[in-house]
């Protein structure tokens, strides 16, 4: 028998309507067996329809349908209907036990970034299944388990401990939920979805982090008041003393200081301000860097590509005072600086082309937003535009079809993040997804860590929980147009935005014939119905099977038909993931975040730490009103976060070294006078981020060496006072890119679109995420973002989890690095290219060797590198031709029917898997491969791959 839950999403309104009024809600005098039913499951089933702000009640407002019905249920006629009218209609006059009030306690300090996901993804969880029963508050505490505190897991009960830190496949915790051991599974009723019970297993990975609180706490000591505005955090949160924290205050641009010393070393206020620092740590600058490697730093700080052997020349022979500024003005004015600066802001938008999680739905449209981003970025345009277009786009004028479409297009920031498609709640999906946007803004555009106010006030910032829910509001009015097919794995399904037909932007990328060919034989295989479909053991399971087919049908189809007999997209494929205005609505306050525990609705706002005044909402959604607050000179976070991660990407570490993070979780800024300086700088000068960075990069302290000096060292080994420059590791994607240019293999064009547009559904076979990823020359942001299918070459190298907000990359060192380099087909066709560069080159191999140092480090061989390199050659190529010979005389000459046989082996294969991708050729000349690996060798140097 299918479960009701399973039904209704599928039933039409009316049907839906019927079978609640029906069926599910008997009156008093029914037949015993709807008599019997539960109402308190019937009363979830229509809040999970009906109730549309989570407040625990169904309003007529809200009951889009039959009146009459509405009346009909609303039994004492107070125009809602609750849990007690169904009770009173049904008979069942049964108290319902509410889950207990949460305790935590903890050991130990707690990192913000693991604070937040417990807050975020474990909390949760253990609240909404465990606390009924392995709580202190519990009616009684089976099993002698409690789960409210880490002390209390790691005691655990009469079954021994729950929780080994560190050992997830050693907890019992997590053996219980995996759902193993039908004797021993956790939660009793039903299964945790796959997604919680990921989360649980990597909190357990990390340690089991959990914030430090009183032992033995009850839920008694906790303030939790359940009316709309009261707490439901750990004490009260005073909000005049919270204002008071340095990044709450306004921005004021301070006078730029006078060093004792300034002698001629300061040549722009920046330098000023970091020398009286380094005066009053006792540090001195160290000298400047050769030409060399300032250029070579800064083009890839501004473009994330080397310089050209052209370009380094020209600098060397430029003695003009004013060479510096105009090397910085032409990479300024590069398209490669909007792909540079455009790939930081997608980490921060944690940019992704699927959702991720266990379904992994692709989002084939995504493509646009990167697209946009970059744009934005070649074009300066203003910050404060940026943002707001982000939030708001589709609510602002246009002057014609181009910006409307572009700003249609750039509302992709919020519907692009990662959902867990499978979740067959509707609401909890919904609130989820709310939830991510709610993360992504407020860490991404504010520095402020508010999704850790979702289930209890913040722990650390003045942000009490009715503040979460009166920003989520917003999103709560919002529809999120992200695009997918209903179909088995994606229970939650969404259109997308259509673009205006007039508007000049691609239709879209070719779809490439070996994908054209499988959607065509996939699509006449959903015709008819399968040997496992004819073979069902019942007629439910029969009718499961021919629905999934019908949508995987559709899905195939519509995928067809954006595209023309040749692959050419059409304009039907002009379409964007976005968002558009919903019906406004007040989201309810859920204590711990528990869609059974509403407690008042907080009108939609801001943080009352932001502002003393509330936001003044004139209609809608209230985005417009929310995007022109963030982007207002007056906020104290938007400049200061923004130009703080400018100063990361230039220097290697901000002046606030937790650039997601501006609370009291974070870091203090190291010059918070320079922050303000460049920030109320960054307003005066129209938000331009270009203006920002050539300010920057055009002080001395940027052009200092990093050198290192023992005196210096032993004051300051952090360098914290930035007395010389890092020495930074390039990022995954300037460590590809570099080596496509030194190749000379790097298309100077941008490619239409993404390979992804030409594909649909959820991700389920491993070839076709890496033919979408695949080796191709383009710049490697414009490679196919697939979450859960990070390629080698991104992963070696610490790219990001488009998961999270990410401001600041890690940048590891380990084996697999170098293994990689030493390996992978890719650098080895890229070694193979810049051998054929220089090879094709008409000078001596002296002459090709000094260029190749050029083509990959920026330099010139030392006198003693150069003789190195010559030996290695000669000997190299000298071993490689007697090996060669060797191998020929011991084996057989292949004969005319092996030959035919294998090139049949391999058409069949090709036949087999037309995804299958060519790997890189054996060499057979001996030179060429001693230049490869030459080459090679010099893209697996540790100088390759950083900057200082």
Request: proline share 7%; aromatic share 8%.
């Amino acid at each position: 028998m299918l479960r009701v839950t399973e039904v209704l999403p599928a039933l039409g309104p009316p049907l839906l309507a019927c079978a609640m009024s029906a069926t599910a809600i008997a009156p008093v005098g029914a037949a015993p067996q709807e008599r019997g039913r539960d109402p308190e499951e019937v009363f979830a089933r229509l809040k999970q329809r009906y109730d549309r702000n989570f407040d625990g009640v169904i309003t007529a407002e809200e009951w889009t349908r039959n009146r009459r019905n509405f009346r009909r249920l609303d039994e004492d006629g107070d125009g809602k209907i609750t849990l007690a009218d169904l009770k009173a209609r049904m008979g069942d006059a049964r108290p319902r036990m509410d889950p207990a009030p949460s305790t935590a306690s903890s050991s130990g300090e707690i990192s913000p970034e693991a604070l937040e996901f417990f807050e975020t993804k474990v909390r949760p969880v253990l609240a909404t299944h465990c606390y009924s029963c392995h709580s202190e508050d519990a009616a009684r505490i089976k099993g002698g388990l409690r789960v409210d505190g880490r002390s209390h897991l790691i005691s655990g009960g009469v079954g021994g401990p729950a929780l080994v830190p560190g050992d997830a496949d050693a907890s019992a915790l997590i053996e219980a939920v995996r759902y193993e051991d039908p004797l021993f599974a956790m939660p009793p009723r039903e299964k945790l979805p796959d997604e919680a019970i990921q989360d649980l297993e990597a909190w357990v990975a990390m340690g089991a982090p959990w914030p430090a609180e009183r032992e033995n706490d009850s839920a008694a000591d906790v303030v939790v008041e359940d009316t709309a505005g009261g707490s439901a955090g750990y004490g009260e949160i005073d909000l005049e003393a919270g204002r008071a924290f340095w990044s709450f205050q306004p921005v004021a641009r301070p006078a730029v200081p006078s060093p004792e010393d300034e002698s001629d070393w300061a040549r722009s206020p920046i330098d000023r301000f970091l020398l009286e620092e380094m005066e009053d740590a006792g540090t001195r600058p160290v000298a400047d860097a050769d030409d060399a490697t300032w250029l070579r730093r800064l083009t890839f700080d501004l473009t994330g590509l080397p310089p050209s052997p052209e370009e380094l020349a020209a600098f060397q022979e430029d003695k003009g005072a004013d060479r510096h500024a105009r090397v910085v003005d032409r990479l300024l004015t590069s398209p490669a600086f909007g792909e540079r600066f455009g790939r930081h802001w997608l980490d921060v938008a944690r940019y992704g082309e699927s959702s991720g999680k266990e379904a992994n739905v692709v989002y084939p449209h995504a493509w646009r937003y990167r697209d946009w981003v970059i744009d934005a970025f070649h074009g300066d345009m203003p910050y404060d535009e940026f943002l707001t277009r982000q939030l708001a786009g589709d609510l602002l004028e246009a002057e014609d079809d181009d910006e409307r479409a572009w700003n249609l297009i750039a509302t992709g920031y919020l519907a692009l993040g990662p959902k867990g498609h499978q979740n067959r709640d509707q609401r909890q999906f919904r609130l989820d997804l709310i939830d991510e946007q709610v993360d992504a803004v407020s860490q991404g555009m504010l520095g402020l860590t508010l999704s850790c106010a979702r289930c209890h006030d913040h722990k650390f910032d003045p942000i009490p929980t009715e503040d979460y829910y009166a920003f989520a509001g917003f999103f709560m009015s919002t529809e999120t147009l992200f695009g997918t097919y209903r179909g088995a794995g994606n229970n939650n399904p969404a259109s997308l935005i259509e673009l205006p037909d007039a508007a000049s932007i691609p239709n879209g990328p070719r779809m490439e014939d070996a994908i054209r060919r499988i959607m065509g034989r996939a699509l006449d295989r959903t015709t008819e119905p399968s040997a496992r479909e004819m073979n069902a053991e019942d007629e439910r399971q029969a009718r499961r099977l021919a629905r999934q087919r019908e949508q995987q049908s559709e899905v195939i189809q519509s995928l067809l038909d954006r595209f023309d007999e040749r692959g050419r997209a059409l304009p039907a494929n002009r379409l964007a993931m976005g968002v558009r205005d919903g019906e406004p609505i007040d989201l309810a306050i859920l204590d711990r975040g528990e869609l059974e525990r509403p407690r008042g609705v907080a009108p939609r706002g801001v943080p009352q730490v932001l502002t003393e005044q509330p936001l003044q909402l004139e209609g809608g959604s209230g985005r417009l009103e929310l995007a022109r607050w963030i982007a207002s000179p007056e906020n104290p976070l938007t400049a200061r976060v923004w130009v703080n991660r400018v100063w990361h990407h230039l220097f290697g570490a901000g002046l606030v070294t937790s650039p997601d993070n501006f609370g009291r979780g974070g870091d203090a800024p190291t010059h918070p006078e320079l922050l303000d300086w460049l920030a109320a700088g960054f307003v005066e000068n129209g938000w331009s981020t270009k203006a920002l960075v050539r300010e920057i990069v055009m002080s001395r302290a940027y052009r200092l060496d990093s050198a290192r000096d023992r005196a210096n060292e032993a004051l300051d080994p952090e360098i914290t006072t930035l007395w010389r420059m890092r020495e930074r590791r390039l990022e995954a994607e300037a460590i590809r890119d570099a080596m496509l240019v030194a190749s000379g293999e790097l298309s100077p064009e941008r490619p239409v679109g993404s390979p992804t547009n030409a594909m649909e559904g959820r991700l389920q076979r491993e070839e076709f995420a890496k033919f979408a990823t695949r080796e191709r020359p383009v710049r490697s942001v414009y490679m196919p973002a697939l979450r859960g299918h990070v390629t080698d070459a991104m992963e070696a190298f610490d790219a990001p989890d488009a998961a999270f907000v990410t401001g600041s990359r890690e940048v590891t060192t380990g084996a697999t690095q170098a293994l990689f380099l030493m390996n992978d087909g890719d650098v080895l066709e890229r070694s193979d290219a810049l051998a054929d560069r220089v090879l094709a080159m008409e000078v001596t191999d002296r002459e090709r060797i000094d260029a190749t140092f050029v083509l990959t480090l920026g330099r010139e061989p030392l006198g003693r590198e150069r003789s190195a390199v010559l030996s290695f050659l000669r000997d190299y190529e000298r071993t490689f031709d007697a090996e060669a010979k060797k191998a020929t005389r011991s084996a057989p000459p292949e004969t005319p029917r092996e030959g035919q046989r294998r090139l049949r082996r391999e058409r069949r294969q090709r036949e087999r898997s037309p995804l299958a991708q060519k790997g890189p050729e054996e060499h057979t000349d001996g030179r060429r491969a001693a230049w490869s690996a030459f080459a090679q060798s010099l893209f697996q140097s540790a100088e390759f791959r950083a900057i200082g």
